[in-house]
């Protein structure tokens, strides 16, 4: 796989601008940011990511329900989630690693340095688009 790519999904432009810049900086992904929710799904479907970071609290869709409908879809059903959250504070997610509805999760605001260690054990494990079944 030369660089995973990872959808943001986040309706708060000032978190997938940052995050965004800090991981195209890095040169270690391709990134495609989503800020409203109720497109992410088809965002999903087009870029095909390798690692989805998906916030849980968003209008018109949270995230647990798009997180359920990426894992009905025959393509995207497999992609890893990763949520992001700010209903956990970094202080209370300190520690061992938990879950959301089976999804490892990131308190927000997350570090960046965190992100890229979960995109290094998450994207880079799961198949590049070339050896995904269609």
Known sequence: ??????????DDVTVTRTL??????????EVRVENVATRALRAARQFRPNLILLDVVMPGMDGGTLAA????DAVLR??????LTALISRREAAGSRQEIAGHPFLAKPADP????????EYARAWPSDENRAS
Do not use: S, W
């Open 1 to 10: 796989m030369k660089h995973p790519r990872v959808l943001l999904v986040d």
């Open 20 to 29: 965004a810049l800090f991981l195209e900086e890095q040169g270690k992904c």
């Open 69 to 72: 409908a990426i894992e009905d």
């Open 113 to 120: 340095e965190r992100v890229l260690q979960y995109i290094d």
């Open 78 to 83: 497999n992609t890893p989630i990763v949520f």
